[in-house]
């Protein structure tokens, strides 16, 4: 290796640098693609045939060659803490007063406004200038290192752009998918008949826990960041100033962010990206607002959640025009009978909206919507779409009048409506809908999680009449199924034996997979805890079952007059005949891990940074805890996750305790 070749390298490696940053940071290209792409070639082969000239901050180290085979969790060096929401300038006005009030002062402060990126928060750590870690928020403590895919995010500097920079940098920051970029994957992915991505900020999440980094190159994602620390050193006054400082080291800052003097300010700011946010090319939902003096942010500092000194101002729900289409009705396993608005295809916060729920006939009444109505879609929740209101003055002539069914739309039984409820309901136990329903929710994980059954089986199953009830699936042989178009030998013996094992699922399950209006999993193992098997609790009464905590009236009358339907205990006679499990005393004892949480009530909420609910669930009723649905005064701990709610507002102000999922570990690792 001669200095030459060491010399050309190190220009090849600063040129390329310098063009990345102009291009990904600065939208500023000051290179060719293909001249770009012929120096790259050239410093990749150098350290092919020279590897001791590969240094971290190469720009061919963006895309690791392997796979990873799974991420680690990762402590923090400084926590990354969610933000407290408002959704008006009402709201922001309180919080405003909320902070004044702690210090005993009346007049406001400058304010820094951010536009709200709607992506994905990361932490990078530097040493030296160099980036050694990237990791994903978690549950702001402890997150999973995803240092490789974060090095594919062309934004981020693998090395910081200042001389001398400081031993520790720390940069939170928001990673994201453009919205064209978004639009190109889900072109492609129609094309080649893959699923659809839902979201933008979906798709930059995933493929962050992509284990190919390489399989994340190709989402191009982009990024922003917003926050420095510098535990070494700090001479900055002002949170402005960090972000410009930010922007000196190599980061790519919004560049939409304003200093606001005052309340007044950020109310302006606020209205205007309220509809200029629609001409961007990323997805935003609010504005974070901070404190620009760092002084008085530290003087505020933080409550258990949030810091004191900023806040969310999130946007309402999106809303945008479109056309119904047509309206059908869909049946559902408990023979409910729901309209379903079919709409010209319309975007709607980053997916495109083809249906909306109309829930039952009143609500078609109460909104006088007809087909071919011009409406104004939202997304509940920014999950479920939902027609708000109709633009009556838009209506075409010939619009028509949606009739809900007197028949159901599938086995053709009159249909009823039942007293206190708004829903039309078939009633009949035949109705194939009904029935493919049940099926799919007997089978469903929390119920009997029977291995190689799904919903396309359970149509065929069904449509062949090899089905007719759930006892039937007990009955099926791998002959009968093998008459099935595409089930081979392999597939049917495998089929037949997830049914065979479903026998041993225990009492709780089984009640669940029942289908029992009012019934979720967490009322099942309260009612299977006090009626220890079916012939208890078919002969319990309505006041015997209301009486349990946590089973309400609406639920007891559901569950006996279930029992009382003559079908449902023909039902249970072939189940208990074909071996499944219906009491208690004749499972196999299973013993807790421990009695910690003996006589705790606990409820889950938010999405955890490891666990599904199910896994938290399971751990606490392994060691002796009881899962509620709904917060209440005897609730003994929420579990919260992020995005966790109105649970936990209730739960603070009820004074319930609010551990996170590593606190909730602890306690059962402390014991």
Known sequence: MTPEIITRTEQLRTKLQSAGYAYYVLDNPVMEDAVYDRLYRELQDLEQQYPALITPDSPTQRVGERPASGFVSVKHNISLYSLENAFDMAEFAKWEAGWQRKLDRKDSAEYVCELKIDGSAIALTYENGLLIRGATRGDGDAGEDITQNVKTIRSIPLKLNIENPPPIVEVRGEAFLPIAVFTQLNQEREKTGEQLLANPRNAAAGALRQLDPKMVAQRKLDFFAYTLHIPSQTNFTQHSESLEFLETMGFK???????????????????????????LAY????????????????????????????????????????????IVVNVGRTGAITPLAHLE??????????????????????????????????????????????????????????????????????VVKPESEAVLRCVNPSCAAMLKGSLVHWVSRDALDINGVGEKLVEQLVDSKLVNSIADLYDLTIEKLMTLERMGEKSATKTVEGIANSKSQPWTRVLYGLGIRQIGSNGSNILTDKFTSVEQLSQATVAQMEGIYGVGFETAQSVSMWFRQPDNMVLIDRLKAAGLQFDKSSEPIVEAASQIFAEKTFVITGTLPTMKRDDAKDLIQKNGGKVSDSISAKTDYLVAGEKAGSKLAKAEKLGVKVISEEELVELVTEH
Not at 297 to 326: H, I, M, S
């Open 345 to 414: 295809p319309v975007q709607l916060g980053g997916t495109t909206v083809q249906r909306a729920t109309l829930h039952n006939g009143d609500r078609i009444a109460q909104l006088d919507l007809r087909i071919g109505d011009t409406v104004i879609v939202r997304k509940a929740g920014e999950i479920i779409p939902e027609i708000v209101r109709v633009l009556t003055d838009l209506r075409p002539l010939g619009a028509l009048v949606f009739k809900m069914p007197t028949n159901c739309p599938v086995c053709d039984s009159v």
């Open 253 to 279: 800052v919004n560049p939409h962010r304003t200093l606001c003097p005052n309340l007044a300010a950020v109310g302006d700011y606020y209205d205007r990206w309220n509809t200029d946010r629609l001409n």
């Open 283 to 326: 997805m935003t939902d609010g504005v974070v607002v901070k404190i620009n003096d760092l002084a008085l942010q530290q003087e505020l500092g933080f409550t258990n959640k949030f810091p004191r000194w900023a806040v969310a101002l999130k946007y309402p729900a999106e809303e945008a025009p479109t056309q119904v289409l047509d």
